[in-house]
T-cell receptor
Framework: QQQVKQSPQSLIVQKGGIPIINCAYE??????FPWYQQFPGKGPALLIA?????SEKKEGRFTISFNKSAKQFSLHIMDSQPGDSATYFC??????????????FGQGTTLQVKP | EAGVTQFPSHSVIEKGQTVTLRCDPI?????LYWYRRVMGKEIKFLLH????????ESGMPNNRFLAERTGGTYSTLKVQPAELEDSGVYFC?????????????FGEGSRLTVL
């Protein structure tokens, strides 16, 4: 119930390609779905986030698609660049004053964008 | 503004020894979280402080782990005695308020290797 399942584990694309990373959850109480980006030797950093009242959110080349009925969400990276090579984590949380706001993370996807 | 800092960046100890990890959150952030990532798996929640109070320690693996945040500033996570399965990267994160639409700010992590 508290799990977030992420796939694929790793992904290699050519520069300009559109990598897609998928996540699925079970707990319908989750109401906040962020994606974090982590470069080697660094900590995860928030990339983009969505709430279930919208089906899509775009920030620059990064887009989250959200399917509430299927309990799935995905990250698309348009026109991917070698600098996007990193590990990407999806996460979910239950917000609101009665909750601690802890994030439940997926297993991570290591993305390599080849020049 | 300084980010979340963690010390040490890497620690190698023998099974049975004690290790203390330290986290300095961003100044003014009342909320402090500890997470752990073990060998390519998901980043798992350990516990959450609000100021000096433990709000949620449901993710602490067992009583060999002790977290403190005296005075509501920096936090320490002690593992005593360390076991092989404790190896992983321990992340600290902070936020100015309980996760709402904001983000968690992560440190670069402390890598623990137990031999």
């Amino acid at each position: 119930q508290q799990q977030v399942k992420q796939s694929p584990q790793s992904l290699i694309v050519q520069k300009g390609g559109i990598p897609i990373i998928n996540c699925a959850y079970e707990n319908t109480a989750f109401d906040y779905f962020p994606w974090y980006q982590q470069f080697p030797g660094k900590g995860p950093a928030l990339l983009i986030a969505i709430r279930p009242d919208v089906s899509e959110k775009k920030e620059g080349r990064f887009t989250i698609s959200f399917n509430k009925s299927a309990k799935q969400f995905s990250l698309h990276i348009m026109d991917s660049q070698p600098g996007d090579s990193a590990t990407y984590f999806c996460a979910a949380s239950i917000t609101g004053s009665s909750n601690t706001g802890k994030l439940i993370f997926g297993q991570g996807t290591t993305l390599q964008v080849k020049p | 503004e300084a980010g979340v800092t963690q010390f040490p960046s890497h620690s190698v100890i023998e099974k049975g020894q004690t290790v203390t990890l330290r986290c300095d959150p961003i100044s003014g952030h009342d909320n402090l979280y500890w997470y752990r990532r073990v060998m390519g798996k998901e980043i798992k929640f350990l516990l959450h402080f609000v100021k000096e109070s433990k709000q949620d320690e449901s993710g602490m693996p067992n009583n060999r782990f002790l977290a403190e945040r005296t005075g509501g500033t920096y936090s320490t996570l002690k593992v005593q005695p360390a076991e092989l399965e404790d190896s992983g990267v321990y992340f600290c994160a902070s936020s100015p308020r309980v996760l709402y639409a904001g983000e968690l700010f992560f440190g670069e992590g402390s890598r623990l290797t137990v031999l």
